[in-house]
């Protein structure tokens, strides 16, 4: 028989710790869709009340960037200095800018 | 790759741990990094999941509602670290599903202390003190760890971990108070779990072959012998404090040292349980593959709706 069997596909966890708070990645787990996951997310990270909203993302959907590529990826905003409050020079007289 | 190439990388990589820069799942890392980090990782998320085994044994048998659901609350903290783990352990490149088979073929270990059995109340009490106060000695470095999954994971599991040892102490604190018989039912219990609790640390400085190669990659901060005399100075206190005695003949404070100087451990004993001759070894093994192999109509149902569901909303959409 052709093995057609479908384990429980990863899924990314986000938890809100609070409200004015961003989602932050908490982790992943197993579940069979998005409702089950977020059942699962609900006792694995927040049986402390670390959390007051949930998002689940199966984690096929994430396009991560490739560390490899961090060089044209991230370096050409090194030499942008001017990109930076400190980059001008004002006299010492103008004062909270 | 060349070999050169290679070399080249490595030193790289070693030279960032020595920065003490974190490892990320995508970053490259050496084979050897990779692997020992599996087994390491897994190892503890197998110890985790056995671990729910002893303790599960008394939660229809607590001795009130308060100490019932505490039990509950502990062994579901442990599924939860279990999973933590198998999480950062995946990010790895292995399957869950080859992480449970290397489990239930026994190719994989988990921590030998499991393979003891609990056969009275007082030995939860044993189990949060001493079990869950050697894994945090154990632990704590480890939240400073090179690969940042691992070390992220350690950091929820050692919070959740200090109400476990708590409950345990208090479990023994409240038998040591209470009659002639519960007291020597705590006495019984540490006689019982002391020395596998120091084994828990794991083999010798001198017999223990990954020690080296894992404290330059900070996967251990504090060799074995530095934890074991960290946990025996810790907890002896605590012992008298109690009013029951470590069955260590040779237990002794050293004045010189400030530490406490103990007694012989047998590592043969270790060795035995570790190779699968402990009391329970084989009664874990069956249970855990019970439930998974019992468990798996649900999962396949479960997916079988997942996939239904799925059918129904496009065409729905459609």
Not at chain 2, 78 to 107: F, M, N, P, V
Request: charged share 30%; with cysteine.
């Amino acid at each position: 028989m052709e093995n057609t069997k479908k384990n429980w596909p990863l899924w990314e966890i986000f938890v809100r710790s609070k409200n004015g708070l961003e989602h932050r990645h908490f982790g992943s787990l197993h579940a069979a869709d998005a409702e089950m996951a977020m059942e699962n997310a609900r006792d694995v990270y927040t049986r402390r009340n670390e959390g007051v909203s949930i998002w689940v993302v199966e984690s096929k959907h994430i396009t991560a960037s490739n560390p490899s590529e961090n060089g044209e990826m991230f370096e050409p905003a090194q030499d942008k200095v001017y990109r930076h409050p400190t980059f001008y020079d004002l006299p010492d007289e103008v004062k909270h800018m | 790759m060349s070999e050169k190439d290679i070399k080249n990388l490595e030193e790289i990589f070693e030279a960032r741990i020595a920065r003490d820069e974190k490892i990320e799942p995508k970053d490259w890392m050496p084979e050897k990094y990779r692997q020992t980090h599996i087994r390491q990782i897994s190892q503890h998320a197998h110890s985790e999941i056995i671990g729910m085994l002893p303790e599960g044994n008394w939660i229809t048998r607590a001795p009130s509602l308060r100490r019932k659901a505490a039990l509950l609350a502990k062994v579901q903290d442990e599924a939860g670290h279990g999973l933590y783990l198998y999480s950062a352990c995946e990010t790895l490149g292995i399957s869950r599903d080859e992480l449970y088979e290397q489990l239930h073929s026994g190719k994989a270990k988990y921590s030998s202390i499991f393979n003891y059995p609990t056969i009275t109340w007082a030995d939860m009490g044993a189990i949060g003190w001493l079990v869950d106060g050697a894994a945090i000695i154990n632990q704590v470095p480890l939240c400073n760890t090179s690969f940042g999954p691992y070390a992220r994971a350690m950091v929820r599991v050692c919070k959740e971990e200090s109400f476990h040892q708590r409950q345990g102490f208090e479990i023994m604190l409240t038998l040591c108070r209470g009659t002639e018989e519960q007291k020597a039912m705590a006495q019984d219990a540490l006689n019982r779990w002391w020395w596998p609790a120091l084994m828990m640390l794991g083999p010798t400085d001198a017999e223990s072959i990954h020690t080296e190669q894992s404290m330059k990659w900070k996967l251990k901060r504090k060799s074995n012998d530095e934890l074991r005399q960290q946990f025996i100075d810790q907890t002896v206190p605590q012992a008298d404090l109690l009013g029951i005695t470590v069955p260590d003949p040779d237990l002794k404070w050293n004045e010189e040292t400030g530490h406490y100087d103990f007694g012989e451990i047998d590592w043969d004993e270790f060795w035995q349980v570790v190779k699968g001759h402990g009391p329970c070894n084989k009664e874990r093994m069956k249970a855990r593959v019970d439930a998974w192999e019992n468990g798996e109509w649900v999962r396949d149902a479960a997916m079988a709706y997942a996939e239904k569901n799925e059918k129904r909303k496009v065409a729905k959409a459609s």
